[in-house]
């Protein structure tokens, strides 16, 4: 997102880009994270010693009812914590793993589609999607199929245990 575009959003709002905001948005454009409001903060300060928490969650609030930023709970995969990026021309969907928690972004036609058969079969008029998908990356799903067989040994090998015990 560009400041001219930035700057014009806000203005439009009777809202001044300060210093501290540019810094916010920047971080939030320039790291391609998903970042919660402690992180940034903590990034923005090091930028900015004289930045504080209020600044940042004020901020943050500012910008999202500014539409320059989106909040998102990512599936409330690590509680109740929120993150925010920047808004996107193009939209996508969050694919999040519900183990490691790794967050993927999806664009293309399907999401379009969706959009225009959601439009055309109820006769509404979408302003904003967010589409989130949980489930388990390739590397946390060999995890849980190593996890499930070891369990499954496991159970296996309490009734043998049982029945050595019985015997003794």
């Known amino acids: 997102m560009t400041a001219d575009l930035s700057k014009d959003s806000l203005k439009q709002r009777g809202i001044r ?9 920047d971080l939030l454009d320039r790291t391609g994270q998903h970042l919660d409001a402690e992180s940034l903060y903590r990034m923005a300060h090091e930028q900015d010693p004289k930045l504080n928490r209020v600044t940042v969650y004020r901020t943050l609030k500012l910008l ?3 539409g320059l930023v989106d909040e998102l709970d990512l599936m409330h ?4 914590q929120h993150f925010y990026e920047t808004r996107t021309k193009q939209e996508h969907a ?12 999806f664009y293309g036609d399907p ?10 079969h109820f006769g509404f008029q979408i302003l904003i ?7 388990y990356c390739a590397h946390c799903q060999v995890l849980r199929s190593q996890e499930v067989e070891q369990a499954r040994g496991a159970a296996a090998a309490a009734p043998a245990k049982a029945r050595r015990r019985k015997s003794s």
């Open 129 to 135: 999607a967010r589409t989130e998908i949980g489930g």
């Open 94 to 105: 969050h694919i999040i793993c519900l183990r490691c928690g790794r967050v993927e972004e």
């Open 111 to 120: 999401l379009r589609k969706l959009r225009r058969q959601v439009e055309a």
């Open 17 to 25: 880009l300060t210093r501290q905001r540019q810094i916010l948005l």
């Open 77 to 80: 995969h690590t509680g109740d």
């Open 64 to 66: 999202k009812e500014g």
